[in-house]
């Protein structure tokens, strides 16, 4: 090996030493992680093949492994415009949701956020995959990849909370004896914390242990998880308005500034967080099946989708009838 190669595995290794840094970021790797190995054990035939053609080769045609990229990137130059769609803040103690009002990036630009994102990339998807090169305007792998880790990070509860206190980033408490901020308890910590009190500190035994509860205890409540009211390919905003309901009641609970949060916390919070990793794998692996699911065709596909939130269909709307062929 010469040296430049030397040189350039360190540097790369210590960048991402440096990206590993916890920050803003979404569920941690871990979370990020498991809803995506929850979702690839849930596709369809179809889906798991279009997964594995888009997929990086380095994936070795494990979603999982890819799961975190947006994270990885958002500090770039180029991505940074793609670090405000992890989340989306909501007015202070509201504890509501509302795209038109909410679905905005920190300058105002509309459908900046992690539920717009999430319509974009599905969109992408749906009008991309199969269609011949010259209309395919996105890289789609990319699409994969941002919407297999917005649909995690929207089930996070604090991605969707409070403006002033970032999502709990501003809120310093402490997590045990060591101290942190709230955003990253919910992001990591507690996963962390499960990991080393109940799986043996092996994400593999968490993840079959959520899986065990989506197929036996959570199986009659899988197709309300699933369904979209109007049988669109995804519905990321009752998604979001379950996390702000989530944050309310449970994560900004008894989590004042400078508190020290334990036990108590822990095991009275720590359901919510692993039914929001099943759900978030469950519906990933859901939207994905829907949205490389031959039947319905691409354009009855396009056409559910000019039903989302209106102030969101303008960019939409004007996406589609550009590409004329889709159009019928
Ligand atoms: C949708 O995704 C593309 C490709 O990443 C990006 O250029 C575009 O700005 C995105 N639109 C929104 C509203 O995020
Ligand atoms: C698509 O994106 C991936 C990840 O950024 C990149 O490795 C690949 O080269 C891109 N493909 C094209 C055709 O640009
Ligand atoms: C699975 O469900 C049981 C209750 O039936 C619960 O005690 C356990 O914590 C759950 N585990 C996970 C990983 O969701
Ligand atoms: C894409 O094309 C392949 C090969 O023709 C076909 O098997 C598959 O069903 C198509 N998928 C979609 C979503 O149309
Ligand atoms: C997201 C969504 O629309 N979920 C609905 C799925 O179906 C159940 C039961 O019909 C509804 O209660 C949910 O609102």
Redesign the pocket.
């Not at 890289?139 to 990319?142: A, D, G, R």
């Given at each position: 090996m010469s040296h430049l190669e030397l040189w350039w595995i360190k540097s790369t290794c210590s960048i991402f030493l440096l990206l590993s840094i916890p920050g803003v970021i979404g569920w941690g790797k871990e979370g990020h992680y498991a809803t995506c190995k929850i979702a690839q054990s849930f596709l369809s035939e179809e889906a798991l093949n279009a997964v594995k053609e888009l997929l990086?080769e380095t994936a070795e045609g494990d979603l999982a492994s890819v799961c975190s990229?947006p994270d990885e990137?958002k500090w770039m130059h180029k991505w940074h415009w793609t670090s405000e769609l992890h989340y989306v803040d909501t007015p202070d103690f509201r504890c509501n949701y509302d795209y038109c009002r909410d679905c905005h990036d920190s300058s105002g630009v509309k459908d900046r956020c992690v539920t717009g994102a999430i319509y974009n990339y599905t969109e992408q998807l749906i009008t991309g995959y199969n269609a011949s090169n010259s209309v395919v305007k996105y890289?789609?792998?990319?699409a994969l990849?941002f919407l297999s880790h917005y649909i995690g990070d929207v089930h996070q509860p604090l991605h969707v909370s409070f403006t002033s206190d970032e999502g709990g980033n501003t809120i310093i408490v402490r997590w045990y004896k060591r101290k942190t901020n709230l955003h990253h308890i919910w992001d990591t910590d507690m996963i962390e914390s499960a990991m080393k009190t109940f799986y043996d500190k092996d994400i593999d035994i968490m993840i079959s242990a959520i899986e065990k509860n989506i197929t036996d205890r959570w199986s009659n409540d899988i197709s309300s998880w699933v369904n979209c009211t109007s049988g669109e390919e995804v519905c990321p905003d009752p998604w979001a308005s379950e996390s702000i309901k989530y944050s309310c009641n449970y994560a900004y609970r008894n989590a004042t500034p400078g508190s020290t949060l334990g036990d108590e916390y822990f095991y009275s919070r720590l359901p919510i967080v692993e039914m929001r990793l099943a759900q978030g794998g469950v519906r990933l692996a859901a939207t994905l099946n829907r949205i490389f699911d031959p039947y319905p065709s691409v354009s009855q596909k396009v056409a559910y989708f000019g039903k989302y939130p209106t102030c969101a269909t303008h960019y939409l709307k004007l996406d589609v009838s550009q590409q004329t062929s889709f159009v019928n």
């Open positions: 990086p990229w990137i890289n789609l792998t990319e990849m």
